[in-house]
């Protein structure tokens, strides 16, 4: 039915930059808010950045000035353009897409690990 599957991550040293894809199956992608989760062991999942329908955009302060969540419609993904990248930014980063037009859904992918090594 509707999938959502993140690629990108990979292995990048501290002040470095990773471009992380979100392709979606499905017809309901350009209904979606999307948004960008991260899991780092012990803690709990935290909203890194989302993009409504609109394309209005919100980030973690942590992550703020620092990366950049976009969507292109037309190809039915959503990206995280990640910059000056710290180890404290190493997690698995998962891609959601949620909404509620006539009936509610929540997907959520599988998983990318990003690493940054000091």
């Known amino acids: 039915q509707v999938r959502l599957v993140e690629s990108g991550g990979g292995l990048v040293q501290a002040g470095g930059s990773l471009r992380l894809s979100c392709a979606a199956s499905?017809?309901?992608?350009?209904?979606?808010?999307l948004g960008w989760y991260r899991r780092t062991p012990g803690k709990e999942r935290e909203l890194v950045a989302r993009?409504?329908?609109?394309?209005?955009?919100n980030y973690a302060d942590s992550v703020k000035g620092r990366f950049t969540i976009s969507r292109d419609n037309d190809k039915n993904t959503v990206y995280l353009q990640m910059s000056s990248l710290k180890p404290d930014d190493t997690a698995v980063y998962y891609c959601?897409?949620?909404?509620?037009?006539?009936?509610?859904?929540?997907?959520w992918g599988q998983g990318t690990q990003v690493t940054v090594s000091s």
């Open positions: 993009i409504t329908t609109g394309g209005s955009t």
């Open positions: 959601n897409a949620y909404g509620n037009v006539g009936f509610p859904w929540d997907y």
């Open positions: 499905g017809s309901i992608f350009k209904t979606s808010n």
